[in-house]
């Protein structure tokens, strides 16, 4: 076992560790487009066929817009959430 994986990555060159970074991150994102397909599918896909009709297409179009809207809301709560950790921590500090 060498240094950098003993460390979690502590001692690993910086252009390693930024490519495990972009990689999670495109990770991440095909997780969460595998939701939504995953979720979309199961609410607006009543039975496959070979096209799709006008009442799914609407469904999938508002299924996305929500899933995208519900991750942006709770992405940019988590971000509020830690800002105001941090500030708080600052002050205490001071």
Same mark, same amino acid.
């Given at each position: %076992? $060498? ?6 990555? *502590? *001692?690993? +060159? ?11 991150? !495109? ?8 939701? %939504?397909?995953?979720?979309?599918? @199961? !609410?607006? %896909?009543? &039975?496959? *066929?070979? &096209?799709? +009709?006008?009442?799914? @297409?609407?469904?999938? %179009? ?6 995208? $809207? ?7 709560? #988590?971000?509020?959430?830690? &800002?105001? !950790? ?5 002050? #205490?500090? +001071?």
């Amino acid at each position: %076992m $060498d240094a950098a994986s003993g460390a979690g990555l *502590g *001692g690993a +060159d910086p252009q390693l560790q930024r490519f495990i970074e972009v990689e999670t991150q !495109k990770q991440r994102f095909q997780q969460l487009v595998h939701q %939504m397909t995953e979720l979309c599918w @199961e !609410k607006c %896909m009543d &039975k496959p *066929g070979p &096209k799709l +009709d006008s009442r799914a @297409e609407t469904c999938f %179009m508002n299924c996305v817009e929500r899933f995208i $809207d519900t991750s942006q809301f709770i992405l940019n709560r #988590l971000e509020q959430t830690q &800002k105001s !950790k941090s500030s708080f921590s600052e002050s #205490l500090s +001071d």
